[in-house]
């Protein structure tokens, strides 16, 4: 009883702000079925606790890309020496899977500070903790359904307003034993038109706490060409 106790109290401080953790990197391998296709993208992600993403993609092709919560956007081609700048939402890292533990936001993966309001809660018999949250905000997905295990989320749905599933996402693969508790595999369902699905498998690898890879501080070169339209990746 005194071990339960004790193992659900660490997972629920894991899931609050480490101040000690400024900065965690890993490898991801990202594979993706649409069609009968698979597409694999490779990549070793590096994400401090101001936000501040460096991205840096092996494969199809090498490039490396810098993101931030406003959603400021640079993408480099070393081969190139070129850089492409642009700013919008879909590139603030504020939903980044890493940034989100990172910053103790896992327990509810950061849908308070995008308007979401905890509607219902309840407990299973299996302990699993089923949390509903709204919004009426123009354009979002109206309800997503969180499901959390010892206070970590292991699936997500996301409904459109007919209460249909569009969406679901499964987290699992945690290392209790790590210094940073995160999901080491994610799988993510994506319903289309026709019946259609596509699903995204995101294998995380390689996980570091506070390393001082210096790609943490990439900088653009001062002598990158600005370009402006993005170049083939």
Not at 14 to 21: K, N, T, W
Not at 160 to 179: E, Q, W
Request: glycine letters at 6%; one cysteine or more.
């Amino acid at each position: 009883m005194l071990r339960t106790f004790v193992i659900t109290v660490l997972l629920f401080l894991a899931s609050l702000p480490v101040l000690s953790q400024n900065r965690v990197s890993a490898d991801a391998e990202v594979k993706k079925l649409l069609n009968g296709k698979v597409t694999t993208v490779t990549k070793r992600e590096f994400c401090k606790s101001d936000g501040r993403m460096v991205t840096v993609f092996t494969s199809p092709d090498n490039y490396i890309m810098t993101t931030n919560l406003d959603g400021e956007m640079v993408t480099y081609s070393p081969a190139r020496n070129e850089a492409f700048k642009d700013r919008g939402d879909e590139y603030s890292t504020i939903e980044n899977l890493i940034f989100l533990f990172l910053s103790g936001r896992s327990a509810d993966l950061g849908l308070t500070s995008l308007g979401y309001a905890l509607a219902t809660s309840s407990t299973d018999g299996d302990g699993y903790l089923k949390r509903t949250y709204t919004t009426r905000n123009k354009g979002a997905v109206p309800r997503i359904d969180i499901v959390l295990k010892d206070f970590l989320p292991v699936y997500v749905a996301y409904m459109d307003h007919a209460g249909a599933v569009v969406s679901k996402t499964y987290l699992s693969g945690y290392d209790l034993n790590s210094r940073f508790v995160f999901p080491a595999r994610v799988t993510a369902i994506d319903y289309l038109q026709d019946r259609d699905s596509s699903v995204t498998r995101t294998l995380y690898s390689n996980i570091k706490v506070n390393s001082d890879e210096p790609e943490f501080s990439f900088e653009l070169p001062s002598d990158a060409v600005r370009v402006n339209n993005p170049f083939k990746h």
